[in-house]
């Protein structure tokens, strides 16, 4: 299936209810004065970042959001009920334009950012405002702001949750044609991956990860060997990093030596990519020399506590567990993240409502 990362869908707000323009009407009072309430605010439609919302499938299905409308004032004083605001969940990393002017308006790079795509119109005042001692009966009332509606562009940047480090030719590239649907350069010399490339992993029906194959790292790539490792600043931010080690044609190559090498070469780039979470997989489990230092590679996994895994990216073998296994990872950090994204929010929504609501000149 192939990834979505565009959408465009519309937004409307909730028109603000009107003001009412009655009179206070009771038996024994004859001229009652003004006792018109004031109208609902209209709801308003807001996008929010969610780390659970792998892509922009979901809105890109359904493209039309529209909040409620105010409710009108009425007699005896009684406010219209303000309407509900919609939310549409995008993901992390959405970034939204203005479809007609282009207009950057929003990044929401962060869990739980939100942005209010179309503001509800304001309540009308009901005539109860508007007694004044020259006036006792005011025969009119506000009418509640209007709703606002556009088309905008929800384009969603990919962000790496899992990153691919390891020598040239481990079969990085493979491993990602074989998981996603990104189509890498694949060949059989060193340096062929030379930028990096994403590709978005399924893992059932309804979740996702992004996967990032990076170009290959080699000893003393921190001092500019191969490639160097700038290229390592596209693995900061992710989740998870795979190892992938493969038995080398060249005779002074192992496995585990391999990832000394490259867990070297990564801490010089920069601690905290040695911090990460990570798994251990030997690659290109088809051939013979291969499955010879599975055992070694088993032992090197059980010493530095990562799941290990064996896979053979050309037959197919072990994919669905490596999958699943590396999901795992990014479920957590996902869950993580988004305990960190509620507890800030608890101290956001004090900031919303001392927020000024915009005076709506339109009436
Ligand atoms: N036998 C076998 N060969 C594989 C497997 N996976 C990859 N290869 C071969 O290994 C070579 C390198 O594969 P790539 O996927 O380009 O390796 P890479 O790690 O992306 O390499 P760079 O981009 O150069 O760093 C190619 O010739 C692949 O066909 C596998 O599972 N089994
Ligand atoms: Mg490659």
């Known amino acids: 299936m192939q990834f979505v990362d565009e959408a465009r869908i519309y937004v409307r707000s909730g028109k603000g209810g009107d003001g009412s323009r009655s009179y206070l009407r009771a038996k024994f009072v004859p001229m009652g004065g003004p006792d018109g309430g004031d109208g609902g605010r209209g709801g308003s439609v807001i996008l929010r970042a969610d780390p659970n919302q792998g892509s922009l499938l979901q809105v890109r299905f359904n493209p039309h959001y529209r909040a409620e409308h105010g409710e009108n004032g009425m007699r005896n004083q009684m406010f ?79 962000i790496a949750d899992v990153g691919l480090v390891g020598f040239p030719n481990a079969g990085k590239s493979t491993l990602v044609s074989r998981l996603s649907a990104a189509r890498p350069k694949i060949a059989d010399y060193p340096f062929t991956t030379l930028t990096p490339n994403l590709g978005v992993v399924k893992v059932g029906e309804d ?26 600043r596209h693995v900061e931010r992710v989740a998870a990093l795979a190892f992938v080690l493969d038995v080398g044609w060249e005779a002074q190559r192992h496995p585990v030596t391999d990832y000394e090498t490259l867990e070297r070469e990564l801490g010089q780039y920069s601690k905290s990519l040695l911090e990460k979470p990570r798994v251990i997989v030997l690659a290109k489990a088809d051939l013979p020399d291969t ?52 507890s800030a929010e608890d101290g956001a929504e004090v900031a919303d409502e001392l927020e000024p609501e915009p005076e709506s000149t339109e009436t």
Do not use: C
């Open 207 to 232: 979740n996702s990860f992004v996967l990032a194959d990076i170009p290959g790292i080699i000893e003393g790539a921190a001092e500019g060997a191969g490639l160097g490792h700038q290229f390592l």
């Open 80 to 158: 219209g009920k303000a309407g509900a605001d919609k939310i549409v969940v995008v993901p992390v990393g959405t970034v939204v334009h203005d479809e007609d002017t282009g207009e950057l308006l929003a990044d929401l790079d962060q869990p739980g950012a939100t942005y209010v795509a179309a503001r509800g119109g304001k309540g009308g005042r009901g005539n109860v405002h508007f007694k004044s001692s020259t006036n006792q009966a005011p025969q009119f009332a506000e009418s509640g702001g209007p709703f606002r509606e556009k088309w905008i562009r929800l384009e969603l940047k990919l």
């Open 291 to 342: 499955l010879a230092a599975e055992d070694e590679v088993r032992a090197l996994a059980e010493r530095v506590g990562a799941p290990f895994f064996v896979v053979s990216a050309v037959a197919g073998d072990g994919l669905a567990p490596l999958t699943y296994g590396l999901f795992e990872l990014v479920k957590a950090e996902r869950a993580a993240r988004a305990a960190e994204s509620a």
